[in-house]
Structure formats: structure tokens, C-alpha cells
């Protein structure tokens, strides 16, 4: 078999006694081409060269060659494919594709593939491809390679169209990576679906509960703000059913804010005891640093009170010199916040000494200390006699802190 153009060699060639001294003749199909010492040669083969060739002998006997059939051959053409059943097909169902092609000689192989891949279906070298229990997965587009001795040829592509209820629902939320207070932000859902999704609502989970947040394909945030952070998914219907998306998760990154700062057991507390100041701050990332300031009452400029950090400080026993004004900065990757000043006062006690001194204290004096507090009823007294018997007995000027 022969193709369109290819070059042939075509001679006589006599053996035994008939070969002695003859000429002999080419014939095709009957007719006599004339005799060649050696080769015709048939540089462009083309269908009038196809035919039955024989040789005899010259001048003509009753004798010849066994006939020789050359034929006209090419490769794979109008190579289609069909598929059974026709109609609408369905998950679920099952479908059969057909490559038909004409060639001669016959196609010898074939090849199956789907979406303009390079590599072909597995184990598909057969005219016919089938395909059960089909899937959204199955949809496509599916062409041949038929393949004989003198060339291959493809066929035009065939949709295969298979309708199925709405698959591989999810969230698409964009942009991607971080998304910090003010971005503009799009939730999108996607689904995979024919006929295509006519109907979409979007669902939040707040807690143990769950709030309906829309009916279009698209959620959008111009400028999302912290409290929009939080769970989301999807739904999505089509004539064939319906699916809903996994949970996806909304974070929004923002510095720290709403920083205050507690005293416990209280702001006022006696000297002596015990004293712890905690910081707290909201913030995404949450807060990686605290720093401890402290204003003294005094009206000196702010200071970095020493290297304190960590949300809580805790005085063992506060004494009069802790009095002062706090406040924490609290701090994440993305920015700082500061908490109001809280006024911390410590009150010292008031500690009755009993003296006992043979030495300069005049009985005189305590007398008149009694009559005075007596002619007062014990309610009130004179704060300049007070402060002579604190100079007195040495008390300090203030008892409370």
C-alpha cells in the first residue's frame, strides 16, 4: 500500500531458461508500459499508478510473472467521534465515545483525550471509550488519534456535557495573605455545577448562633473593620440539588486597642500589702510586648519606668512611694496602643506608740491635752494644739499617703 506521492521501483526480473537472452515487458492491468533494462520508476505515486503489474517475456509467450497488486493507500481522515447515548446525560449515568476514521490500510491504533491534555486517557488504544458511573469530573472535551502505516489524524473535539448538582463549593476569599483593618475585602463563593448555580446565601457563625448575610454570589467589605473577622460559609443550589461550602475563616490583623489597665485588690490600698496592675488589649495578632510606664505625682515627664514588662506587675508590699499615675503600652507586629492613666494612692497606718520616758514630758501638757479634747465633746480638735503635740511627741507631719 502506497501513499500519495511516494516514489516507486518497478522491474522484470527472469530466471531459469526463460531468462536467456529475453527482453521482457511491464504490464499494468493488461496494458504494456514498454520494457526497461533495469527499474520504472514512478517518482510520484499517484492513483492512476495503482493497479495489477505483471512481466512477460519479449516477443510475447504463454508465460508471466505472478501478478503484482499496487494499491493507492493514505492515511487516517474525517476522523469523528460520537457518543451513545445522545440527549442529555447525568451523573451518575454512563456514556460511550466512538472514533470512526477512514483509512486505508485501517487504522491500526487509537488514542483518547480529554481537555487538550498532552497524555492521553489510560488505557484507551480502542475506537470506543467508555465511561460509567460518570461525574462532574467526567465533564469535557474529548477528541481521537487514529494512527496507520501512513500517518495519524485527529478529530475536531467533543463536548461532553454532563448535568450535575452544585460540587467542590467553597469560600474564595481575596485578597490573600494578610488582610489588615481598611483593605477592601471580597468573599466569593465557587461551586462547580450544570445547568450553572442560579441561587446562593451566605451564612455567619457568631457563637451558637448562625446569621443569614446574603443571597448574592459575592460579599464584600470596602474597608473591613475587626468586628467583621469571624466564620463564614455558602450555599448553592441548581435545578439538581444543592451543597454548602466548608467553614472558612475571615482574620482581619489590627493593632492593639481597648487597653486599660486594672489594679487589684483596688487602685487605693493600704501600705503594706499587696498590689498587682494587669494590662489588657485586644488585638491579631495578639499583643507580643507590654511596657510599664509611670507618671509620679509630682508632675515629672513621663518616663519608662524602669525595664518592666509583661501584662502584669505585682508589688509584693506597696509602700507610700509607689503612689503615682501607671498606664501600659500594649504592642503587635502591626502598631501600639496605650491605656488611660490609672492613679494608684497608697495610705500609710497610723501606728500608736506607747512611750514611757522619765525625761522632759510634762504632766502639765497631757493634762491639757485631755481637757481639751473633753471641752469638745470628744468630736473636734484644735488642729493648732494637734500639731503642738505632734511637734512635741515627734509625729509626722501627715498620717495619710
Known amino acids: 500500500m502506497f501513499a500519495l506521492g511516494d516514489t ?6 527472469a530466471s531459469g531458461c526463460a531468462a536467456s537472452g529475453r527482453s521482457l515487458a511491464l504490464y499494468r492491468n493488461g ?19 495503482a493497479g495489477t503489474y505483471t512481466c512477460r517475456p519479449i516477443p510475447p509467450q504463454n508465460v508471466q ?5 499496487l494499491a493507492m493507500g493514505h492515511g487516517p481522515r474525517t476522523t469523528v467521534v460520537t457518543v451513545s447515548p445522545v440527549g442529555e446525560l447525568s451523573a451518575g449515568g454512563s456514556a460511550t465515545l466512538s472514533c470512526s476514521s477512514d483509512a486505508a490500510p485501517p487504522v491500526e491504533s487509537f488514542a483518547w483525550f480529554k481537555d487538550m491534555e498532552s497524555h492521553s486517557i489510560p488505557a484507551s488504544y480502542r475506537p470506543q471509550l467508555h465511561l460509567i458511573g460518570l461525574t462532574f469530573k467526567d465533564e469535557g472535551q474529548y477528541f481521537c488519534v487514529a494512527r496507520n502505516s501512513l500517518g495519524t489524524d485527529r478529530s475536531q473535539p467533543m463536548l461532553l456535557n454532563i448535568t450535575y448538582s452544585p460540587q467542590n463549593t467553597r469560600v474564595v476569599v481575596s485578597p490573600r495573605g494578610d488582610i489588615r483593618e481598611g483593605y477592601h ?13 442560579n441561587r446562593f446565601a451566605w451564612h455567619r457563625i457568631l457563637g451558637d448562633k448562625v446569621w443569614a448575610k446574603g443571597m448574592h454570589q459575592n460579599m464584600s467589605f470596602p474597608s473591613v473593620r475587626s468586628h467583621s473577622a469571624g466564620q463564614y460559609y455558602c450555599t ?3 435545578r439538581l440539588g444543592h451543597q454548602t461550602s466548608p467553614v472558612a475563616t475571615l482574620s482581619v490583623l489590627y493593632p492593639p486597642k481597648n487597653t486599660s489597665v486594672l489594679a ?12 498587682t496592675l494587669t494590662c489588657s488589649s485586644q488585638a491579631n495578632p495578639v499583643v507580643d510586648n507590654f511596657t510599664w510606664h509611670r507618671l509620679p505625682l509630682d508632675g515629672a515627664p513621663r518616663r519608662v519606668w524602669g525595664a518592666r514588662t509583661g501584662p502584669s506587675y505585682t508589688f509584693s508590699e506597696v509602700g507610700p512611694g509607689e503612689s503615682g499615675q ?7 507586629r502591626i502598631g501600639t496602643h496605650s491605656s488611660p492613666v490609672i492613679t494608684v494612692r497608697v495610705r500609710g497606718r497610723l501606728k500608736v506608740i506607747a512611750l514611757v520616758s522619765a525625761v522632759g514630758v510634762s504632766a502639765a501638757l497631757i493634762t491639757l491635752t485631755v481637757a481639751i479634747m473633753i471641752s469638745k465633746n470628744m468630736h473636734r480638735v484644735d488642729l493648732e494644739l494637734i500639731e503642738s503635740v505632734k511637734k ?10
Open 8 to 13: 516507486v521501483f518497478l522491474g522484470c526480473q
Open 392 to 401: 512635741v511627741w515627734g509625729w509626722p507631719d501627715s498620717l495619710t499617703y
Open 185 to 197: 475585602v471580597n468573599l466569593s463563593c465557587v461551586s462547580q455545577a450544570n445547568p450553572p448555580v
Open 65 to 69: 510473472s505472478p501478478p503484482l497488486t
Open 236 to 238: 448553592t443550589w441548581n
Open 326 to 332: 501607671y498606664y501600659c503600652e500594649a504592642r503587635n
Open 264 to 275: 487589684r485588690p483596688s487602685s487605693v490600698v493600704d501600705a503594706g500589702r499587696p498590689l
Open 31 to 49: 496494458l504494456n508500459l514498454g520494457s526497461y533494462e533495469k527499474w520504472m520508476i514512478v517518482n510520484r505515486f499517484e492513483q492512476q499508478n
